[in-house]
Each structure stands twice: as C-alpha cells, then as structure tokens.
C-alpha cells in the first residue's frame, strides 16, 4: 500500500524557517501532482503549495508567497516545503498529498486522492 509520508514539522519562533519533506512509502508518485495542504484549529483546510510532477508548474497560496517554496528534484525524489519568515498565523497540521490530475487543479484540495497524516508546525510569538 502506497502511503505519504510527512517529516520536518517542529516549534519555531516568528522569523525562523522550517522545511517540510514528504516522501512515498511502498510506490512511487512519479506521474502525480503533489501537494502541500494545512489545517488550523477552528479553520477550513487551505492549499500552501504544490507542484506538477514535473516540476514545472507551481501553485502558492497568496499568504505563503515569497515566504515558502516547494521543491522536487524529480518526478521520483521526495517533494520538501521550505518555510521562511514564518509567523504565528503559519501554525497548523501540514499535510502532504498526491493528485493524478494536470496542473490546473494543483490548488483544489478535491483533486489529490492520497493524502499523509500530518505533520504539526507551530509558529511562537
């Protein structure tokens, strides 16, 4: 059974930077779009990030532009999330996520069909 697997959340101060990685356990995402999603207490789930498989296609949520960059070096490598200048309101369970579908849903939530447990990144004041 093919499974994602999310590492790299933690406690930061506003400032700082994090990097979140997700790897595939038991296959391969080679021809999926993947994707970076969070959920905070109390809120809806919201797309961060995400990238064709490829490589050459990128969605950022507008609240993460210039601040966070998703990366894959191949279709095959593990898909990382670099967080910079994180502030308070970046605290949430980020979740990795793998979509079949062209690069025109990389930010609709309804378009990834595998999806990991969760990784908890919480921003202090």
């Known amino acids: 059974q093919v499974q994602l697997v999310e590492s790299g959340g933690g406690l930061v101060q506003a400032g700082g930077s994090l990097r979140l990685s997700c790897a595939a356990s038991?296959?391969?995402?080679?021809?999926?779009?993947m994707g970076w999603f969070r959920q905070a207490p109390g809120k809806e789930r919201e797309a961060v990030a995400a990238?064709?498989?490829?490589?050459?296609?990128?969605y950022y949520a507008d609240s993460v532009k210039g601040r966070f960059t998703i990366s894959r070096d191949s279709a095959k490598s593990p898909v990382y999330l670099q967080m910079n200048s994180l502030k308070p309101e970046d605290t949430a369970v980020y979740y990795c996520?793998?979509?079949?579908?062209?690069?025109?849903?990389?930010?609709?939530?309804?378009?990834?069909?595998?999806w990991g447990q969760g990784t908890q990144v919480t921003v202090s004041s």
């Open positions: 996520a793998a979509s079949p579908y062209g690069s025109s849903w990389l930010g609709n939530a309804e378009k990834y069909d595998y």
């Open positions: 038991g296959g391969t995402f080679s021809s999926y779009a």
């Open positions: 990238v064709s498989w490829s490589g050459g296609h990128t």
